[in-house]
């Protein structure tokens, strides 16, 4: 049995102390009954039959993505056994029919692990996200995650999260970023849901092939979340997140990264894929040399290079103009091309 690090809990923080302090430090916390006055909360306190009859009362006939793991999955919605496909199956399904179904799997022994994941509330379920709002997010689009006892391995997002549990009960495990490396992650451009994930069980890890996971579960956190309770998750924390009952339910807020709905693009992976491109060829002392490029103009950890560069001259380490930034823009697209 491992020994996760605590993460900070707070119970009556103001959006503006989380913006100006917590959001900043990049580190994760938890916010007790951050929204149990939501109504979505009090009906998913009462029953499971509740939460859903409260769901379909904006129901509005439209299909949403559903997944479903086998019984022979172990609740993981993850890669096949040699990466070639995913173990589960997925597809389109009306909301009223899928709510149906988890409330009847609960009094199964055997049962497959079905989630309807990623899902908009506004699109779905008009008028869902107006009852159950956030004054830290009045106009953040709320993304709904439902299912019954679920695994889905560790992972990062590429913006900021709030994940707020409000049905059910959920275990994160969160890794920080520096720990990318001792959870071998899978593939960057074949994924189960949209994000690498870490390879190894994290409930029976396989340290013969990867010793290194040792490291990465000494400097691990873990908090479970009852309904009402939220979690922020930096950008880039890896997260092994664990549904621990036959009816669940998550909303959460993405803001200023890659996973934010219009984001512009390039998104930061879409810079490590043509770094990978770029790079592929050089010899580990080239790379290496590249590495201070990257650490002084990018990541600046010495002196800014803006700070003596006179501000005619900086263009993109300076202010960028919409006409720059399309320009720039304009001219990788031509570069790619060849």
């Keep these: 049995m491992n020994t996760y690090k605590p993460i900070a809990e707070y119970h009556n923080l103001s959006a503006q102390q989380f913006f100006d302090e ?13 929204s149990g006055h939501w109504p979505l909360v009090a009906a998913a306190k009462k029953s499971p039959q509740d939460f859903a009859s409260y769901l379909l009362r904006f129901y509005t006939g439209q299909k949403a993505r559903i997944f479903v793991a086998p019984p022979a999955a172990n609740k993981r919605f993850f890669y096949n056994d040699d990466l070639t496909d995913v173990n589960y199956i997925s597809g389109e399904e009306r909301v009223d029919l899928f709510l149906g179904r988890l409330l009847e799997l609960m009094d199964r022994e055997i049962y497959p692990a079905i989630s309807m994941q990623n899902s908009s509330p506004s699109e779905i379920l008009p008028g869902l996200s107006d009852e159950n709002s956030s004054v ?12 019954n006892e679920g695994i889905v391995s560790a992972h990062y997002d590429g913006a900021d999260n709030i994940a707020c549990v409000v049905a059910g009960k959920r275990r994160f495990t969160l890794f920080p970023p520096d720990q990318t490396g001792n959870l071998y992650p899978g593939p960057l451009n074949f994924t189960p849901a949209g994000a690498p994930v870490s390879l190894v069980d994290l409930y029976a890890p396989d340290f013969e092939r990867y010793p290194l996971f040792k490291t990465a579960l000494a400097n691990a956190y873990s908090v ?11 950008m880039l924390w890896w997260h092994h997140v664990e549904s621990l009952a036959k009816v669940n339910a998550l909303i959460n807020y993405w803001w200023n990264g890659s996973a934010v709905k219009g984001a512009t693009s390039p998104s930061p992976i879409d810079s490590l894929n043509i770094a990978l491109l770029a790079m592929r060829d ?21 002196i800014d290079p803006a700070s003596y560069i006179p501000e005619h001259q900086q263009h993109l380490l300076g202010k960028l103009s919409l ?16």
Excluded: C, S
């Design 224 to 234: 479970e979340l009852e309904p009402g309770d939220a979690i922020f998750i930096p």
């Design 136 to 147: 830290f997010f009045p106009a953040t689009e709320q993304h709904l995650w439902v299912g």
């Design 282 to 302: 050089l010899t580990p002392n080239q790379r290496n040399a590249w590495r201070y490029m990257f650490d002084h103009y990018l990541f600046k950890q010495g």
């Design 22 to 34: 917590i959001a900043p430090a990049q580190q994760p916390i938890v916010i007790r009954n951050f």
């Design 323 to 338: 006409d720059y930034v399309r320009a720039i823009k304009d001219y990788f697209i031509e570069k790619l091309k060849k």
